[in-house]
């Protein structure tokens, strides 16, 4: 017998809480990656009522329309990614929810609502979902942890076309770098002259998102980074970005921002702290070394929550430093 014809009828002498506990296992047998899907279930012969009977009663978790995940099963925006596109495959993973799958950085909070395009017209959402309406063409997909989404350049021109600017630059300097997100390091995805070409095309927000495109900066180590060189150039001020910097024993480092002139290097720590002795260890020996560069003659330091949060005071600091060293440059 195949795992779809599992459903069996009470057997004899059988007592209620021994039926109860083989249907649940029954269940448990038919979910793939602990997701049953309704039509499976009805499928392998189990009686609709009863088959809702056991899933409320047994603590399963209802996930979508015609789709369940078992009790112990964690619910996050992957799972509903995978059981909407397994329920309508015409569905194509997308924004936020191909950001990431394509492990590119975004401001705020991790997204719960999966994410999706769909390229026919008509207006579609359930709790869990968004769907968006537009055009796709089979350049505009690819494959991602086995989820057919769209492609790194048409996720970033999705969402610079959508997001306000600090977000829609954020996303689209993490895409244009190599980074390591969520403990893997990925290449840069897309260069500036592939988002470009996808920004040409006359879709909503276009315009505004092509307006955007010199704040982008592929040099970008980090959202905390992009946001605080996004911070100095709404207050006119404008370092260089990663330069390449000598120790005296001849060691390359490249800090976030330097103010040549007044020889000001600008620090801003990303999202994770020192985890380890080591690390904090060897981020001090870092500081140390690069006020040893000849072309240093201070360093500050700032926080990322610093840079998010107290935008005034981490540009005010930077200005006062820039007032001790000379002209701004």
Known sequence: MSRTEAWNPPRAQETRPRR?????RELGALASGGILLVSEAVKAGWPPRLLNRRLHTGGWQRVHRGAWAAPDRLVDWLTRAWVAQRLQPHLVCSHRTAAALHLVELLGRPCTEAQFTDPRP???????????????????????????????????????RCLPR??????????LSARTVRGVRRPKLLDTA?????????????ARARAWLPLLDPRSG??????????????SLHPVTQPVLRTPSGRALRPDFLFPTQGLVVEVEG????????????????????????????????TANEVFHHPDRFVSEVRA???????AH
Request: proline share 5%.
């Open 20 to 24: 109860r506990d083989r249907e649940l």
């Open 122 to 160: 008509g207006v579609y959402r359930r709790p869990g979902i968004r769907v968006h309406c537009a055009a796709l063409g089979p350049a505009d997909r690819t494959v991602r942890r086995g989820l057919c989404t769209t492609t790194p350049a048409r996720t970033v021109g999705d969402l610079i």
């Open 166 to 175: 600090d977000e829609a630059v954020a996303a689209a300097d993490s895409a």
């Open 194 to 206: 592939a988002l470009r070409t996808e920004l040409a095309t006359q879709r909503a927000g276009a």
């Open 222 to 235: 980090s959202p905390a980074e992009t946001v605080a060189r996004l911070r100095l150039h709404d207050a």
């Open 271 to 302: 999202w994770t702290f020192h985890g380890t002795r080591e690390a904090h260890a060897a981020d001090l020996r870092r500081f140390n070394e690069l006020q040893s560069c000849p072309e240093v003659r201070r360093v500050l330091r700032f």
């Open 321 to 327: 430093a820039l007032a001790l060293g000379g002209p």
